[in-house]
């Protein structure tokens, strides 16, 4: 299918030829010829290079938020750390559940033969007193993360005899009891602290989930921006072979006409070569840069083939964008209140804290306070109910136990050892929270740096743009009077070229400088209302640094 530039090329071919078939050509000055020609050449040029940048939409595109929602559905990375904080919330779970209520039962039967004395034996005539006993049992647990446990059970023991006709025996007792630690173990800091370690650890690792899902936006962001960069590079190199054929086209008919040396030919096929072999590496270039961007958005290799091309633009005008004054103070604690990663830091340091003060409070002794009250019950009988009965009949009064229990060892070398390890975690903790901190203080301002100069780039290349094409038009004019060579236009055109490729460079940079930006500083992704928020301005645009 011919192109818009090609189909004008074969017009202005077909009038030059017609134009020369009649004779006239002879009788007019070669300057004003070659300008002619040139001059047909060089506007189609110019208007080549205007319209190349911005390749039309078509339905097989696809836009930037579309990659990004592919990295976030399918990228691995991503996948791999849920795994993680999915693990995180089964530890937290574990942790807590040693504060759940815990049910126990037992029952026991036994059969008891024991011998008798001399006198029993004369005054009974049995030798052995064979009892049997039942003795059923039933409790509660639960331990309170203030360090507090509490064990509310009760038992019922059943005894017959076998041996002399003995009524069978029914006891109950009920009974409430109360542990206190007194020194280890006493207080949430210390009985609860592996489950506010796993909450903390769990935060974290949320945290880290954010920030590697902003990581995984930045590198499609920046994957995206480099095939667009690569497919308009391609558009831009094969108008330049485009125009470089046709030029031959033009000067071989004046050389045919005896206008031009033939001379002229061996550049302009140099030329030509030069310029496809520039667009056959920029075909290769664009390969590359769709399976960065398929990898990036975590898409399988038999997808990545199928990608298609990129419909978005590069972002607007630069000059809409750079607020002033522009410094990368506001930045930084921008950074310091959003980087998702530094926070997890910071929740480590958390957890590496409230395991330093267990490990300070195991050191302690063990001092126990247990109070127990509760009563006792009677019953005699073989049926159901003087076995229940026990349990309100024949009751004395309460029943109270006050005790201390005291644990001490020697040289508790193993709650010295672990305070020693955690100590160092801590630390260890705090001194990568800083070092982190301070890397992104310093990451940040470069980043602000780098969109200045950025910005700045963009404009020198927009204006070295548009001045070429003037100079194109000028350089033009000048053949028309014979002050200019065809070699002279096709040099020009060249470093036409070359502006256009610097300026599409110089997109990219701000484009990558802008999204830069935004993850340095902890902003690339929001917390959403069902996970992490993402939206088009955001990708575009340098954050805001107003309060809320």
């Known amino acids: 299918m011919q192109t818009i530039s090609e189909k004008r090329t074969m017009n202005d071919n077909s009038q030059i030829t017609s134009f020369m078939k009649t004779g006239f050509a002879k009788s007019v000055p070669m300057a004003f010829l070659s300008a002619l020609i040139v001059g047909i050449f ?105 360090g507090i446990s509490l064990s509310p059970n009760i038992e019922m023991t059943r005894t017959a005899d076998h041996s002399f006709g ?60 480099n095939y667009r960069t690569a497919q308009e590079k391609l558009n831009i190199l094969k108008d330049s072979e485009s125009r470089a054929g046709g030029l031959i086209d033009v000067v071989q008919q004046l050389v045919d006409a005896d206008i031009r040396p033939s001379a002229d030919m061996y550049q302009l096929k140099a030329n030509l070569a030069d310029k496809s072999a520039s667009r056959v590496a920029a075909a290769q270039v664009l390969l590359e840069a769709r399976h960065s961007l398929g990898l990036a958005m975590g898409l399988l290799s038999e997808q990545i083939e199928v990608l298609p091309a990129p419909a978005d633009p590069f972002p607007g005008d630069a000059s809409q964008n750079i607020p002033v004054p522009f410094t990368p103070k506001g930045f930084v604690e921008l950074a310091r209140e959003h980087r998702t990663d530094l926070l997890a830091s910071r929740k480590k340091e958390d957890s590496a804290k409230i395991l330093q003060v267990w490990a300070e409070n195991n050191k302690k002794p063990r001092v126990d ?49 672990r305070l020693v390890q955690q100590k160092a975690t801590y630390q260890r903790a705090v001194i990568a929270s800083q070092d982190l901190e301070r890397k992104i ?46 070699i002279d236009i096709i040099t020009l055109e060249d470093r036409l070229t ?51």
């Open 369 to 417: 306070l247990i109070l127990t009250a509760g009563y006792s019950g009677l019953d005699e009988g073989d049926s159901f109910h003087n076995a229940t009965g026990s349990f309100y009949d024949n009751t004395g009064g309460l029943n109270t136990l006050a005790a201390l229990q005291f644990q001490w060892p020697f040289k508790n070398n193993m709650a010295a050892g």
């Open 42 to 146: 060089m506007s189609q040029a110019v208007a080549a290079a205007e319209g190349s940048s911005s390749p039309p939409k078509d339905d097989g595109e696809i836009t930037l938020m579309q990659a990004v929602k592919q990295t976030l559905i399918k990228q691995p990375s991503i996948h791999l750390i849920e795994t993680q904080v999915k693990t995180r919330r089964g530890k937290l779970q574990e942790a807590a559940g040693k504060f759940d209520w815990v049910l126990g039962s037992s029952i026991s039967i036994a059969d008891e033969n024991t011998p008798l004395g001399e006198l029993l034996r004369s005054s009974t005539g049995e030798s052995v007193s064979e009892t049997g006993e039942i003795i059923y049992g039933l409790n509660l647990d639960k331990k309170l993360r203030s």
């Open 166 to 225: 003995w009524q069978t025996t029914n006891e109950a007792g009920v009974n409430f009891t109360v542990t206190m630690p007194l020194l280890r173990g006493r207080g949430k800091a210390a009985a609860a602290a592996d489950e506010m370690a796993a909450g903390a650890d769990l935060e974290s690792e949320l945290l880290t989930l954010r920030h590697t899902i902003s990581e995984g936006v930045l590198e499609t962001v920046m994957g995206y921006w």
């Open 441 to 486: 203080s310093s990451g940040v301002a470069v980043a602000v740096h780098d969109l200045k100069r950025s910005y700045q780039e963009l404009q020198s290349t927009r204006e070295a743009v548009i001045f070429y094409k003037k100079a194109v038009e000028t350089e033009n004019l000048k053949l028309r009077s014979g002050m200019s060579t065809v």
């Open 498 to 548: 070359i502006s256009l490729l610097s300026e599409l460079r110089s997109r990219q940079n701000y484009a990558n400088t802008l999204i830069n930006l935004r993850f340095k500083t902890g902003t690339l992704i929001s917390k959403g209302k069902d996970g992490s928020a993402v939206d088009k301005k955001t990708l575009t645009s340098i954050p805001s640094l107003e309060k809320g």
